[in-house]
């Protein structure tokens, strides 16, 4: 376990190492590996280490086209792996992801997907970034103030200033803080978080997906399949129907 967050640096998957290269060696990523070993000492981290940079691994950065944010990981066994707002295939839908699904079924009129797995929007180039990379089992943002945040503001601040066109997509006021660290070029979408506690505030009705495509095609890009999680084998919809 220790030699894990020991080498949190050499982590980082080999396709971000050029953008970030000046953060590998910097004493407050030395902290937060010191931190990380602590912690999973004394008690359970979600993810698990090989998950940590899971976000990172599936979409390199040149591949970028639109960025999710989320705050931290979901702290629930085995709901973390690695994917902001997502879960593994099999695991019930947490609220904010349910309702996620249910804003995609109404903007591009198609069937909400039972499967939690988003790595299929990875795949097409968006970045699902938790503002924070771990949390303590059973204790949301138990990671808050640790050195997260100075390394993830790093990345969108990074990714925003590659030449492709990429959307932001801010949902909730933590999220949408993080719009100054984004180059001016770059289109920024915002809405309230898909939390039951505010989805109903302005998220239902928002149209995140078609309006991301919107973007990307005006810049001249390809958009994005939203519906691509369709295709996956799962038996969430029938564990989360009470959920």
């Given at each position: 376990?220790?030699?894990?967050?020991?080498?949190?640096?050499?982590?980082?998957?080999?396709?971000?190492?050029?953008?970030?290269?000046?953060?590998?060696?910097?004493?407050?990523?030395?902290?937060?590996?010191?931190?990380?070993?602590q912690e999973r000492r004394a008690s359970t981290v979600f993810p698990p280490p090989e998950r940590v940079f899971a976000a990172f691994a599936a979409t390199p950065p040149e591949r970028?086209?639109?960025?999710?944010?989320?705050?931290?990981?979901?702290?629930?066994p085995g709901q973390?792996?690695?994917?902001?707002?997502?879960?593994?295939?099999?695991?019930?839908?947490?609220?904010?992801?349910?309702?996620?699904?249910?804003?995609?079924?109404?903007?591009?009129?198609?069937?909400?997907?039972?499967?939690?797995?988003?790595?299929?929007w990875a795949r097409q180039g968006v970045l699902l970034l938790n503002s924070l990379l771990t949390v303590r089992q059973s204790t949301p943002l138990?990671?808050?103030?640790?050195?997260?945040e100075w390394f993830t503001d790093e990345v969108i601040s990074r990714v925003s200033r590659q030449q492709q066109s990429i959307v932001f997509l801010l949902w909730g006021g933590p999220a949408q803080k993080k719009r100054a660290l984004i180059d001016a070029r770059q289109p920024v979408l915002t809405a309230p978080h898909p939390s039951p506690l505010s989805a109903h505030r302005g998220f239902f009705g928002s149209r995140p997906f078609s309006?991301?495509?919107?973007?990307?095609?005006?810049?001249g890009c390809a958009p994005i399949d939203w519906s691509a999680i369709q295709a996956q084998p799962s038996v969430v919809a029938k564990s989360s129907a009470t959920n």
């Open positions: 376990m220790s030699g894990q967050s020991a080498s949190l640096a050499d982590s980082i998957p080999s396709g971000w190492r050029s953008l970030l290269a000046d953060l590998l060696n910097d004493e407050r990523m030395r902290a937060l590996s010191s931190f990380l070993d970028v086209r639109a960025v999710i944010l989320g705050q931290d990981p979901y702290h629930g973390a792996h690695g994917l902001c707002f997502s879960v593994p295939a099999g695991i019930p839908l947490p609220p904010s992801l349910r309702n996620i699904f249910k804003e995609l079924a109404s903007d591009l009129d198609c069937p909400a997907p039972t499967s939690g797995d988003l790595q299929p138990s990671h808050q103030g640790a050195g997260w309006r991301c495509n919107a973007a990307l095609r005006a810049a």
